[in-house]
Nanobody, 122 residues
Framework: QVQLVESGGGLVQAGGSLRLSCAAS????????MAWFRQAPGKEREFVAW????????KYADSVKGRITVSRDGAKFTGDLQMNSRKVENAAVYCC???????????????WGRGTPVTVSS
């Protein structure tokens, strides 16, 4: 069973940048697609970004295109989410997830981290 642990969350000023990381517990992580989701207070969890397990191709939610970059390192069993030009409304708990043949659908993911909170100050 893959365990995922996020890090890198915290307080960032509006317009600033933050880099989140997701560390997997074992090498089987390379068998899974990886994605990032976020959940703001009072809102449902929503898709942010996805990176393919085979070729590291990526997909993004329309709301974050151009401001977020997702990546993964197969050798280190890690994934990163580089977030630029943060907005106050981007504040949320960001979670990484791993799933087999998973895409942007939340239900397709078998493994989840606990999340790391991101706060954006105006």
């Amino acid at each position: 069973q893959v365990q995922l642990v996020e890090s890198g969350g915290g307080l960032v000023q509006a317009g600033g940048s933050l880099r989140l990381s997701c560390a997997a517990s074992e090498r089987t992580f390379s068998m899974y697609d990886m994605a990032w989701f976020r959940q703001a207070p009072g809102k449902e969890r929503e898709f942010v970004a996805w990176v393919n397990r085979r070729d590291s191709s990526t997909k993004y939610a329309d709301s974050v295109k151009g401001r977020i970059t997702v990546s993964r390192d197969g050798a280190k069993f890690t994934g990163d989410l580089q977030m630029n030009s943060r907005k106050v409304e981007n504040a949320a708990v960001y979670c990484c997830a791993a799933g087999y043949d998973a895409d942007m659908c939340l239900d397709a993911y078998q493994y989840w981290g606990r999340g790391t909170p991101v706060t954006v100050s105006s």
